[in-house]
């Protein structure tokens, strides 16, 4: 197992799992929530599919880029606040 999968158990997660561990698909509340190992050095990136949070965001620990994700997936933007 990889230090990610080890944190998404440890913080009672559940998501899909690529087949070596090295990403993972979160539920948010807005969108997914994408966190992957870096191939090269340290470290982890996250991004969403929602309408802000396409952009990748480096993380050095696991634990940060996953709330940091979860947390992108759940603003809203301008336009969903004013039809909600």
Do not use: K, N
């Amino acid at each position: 197992m990889t230090r990610l999968v080890d944190v998404i158990q440890e913080m009672g997660l559940r998501g899909e799992v690529s087949p070596f561990g090295r990403w993972v698909r979160l539920r948010g509340e807005q969108g997914p929530v994408y966190v992957a190992h870096a191939a090269f050095g340290q470290g982890y990136y996250t991004w969403c599919d929602t309408a802000h949070g396409h952009a990748a965001e480096p993380y050095l620990d696991p634990v940060e880029a996953i709330q940091a994700g979860l947390q992108r997936a759940t603003r809203r933007t301008a336009a969903e606040e004013a039809t909600a």
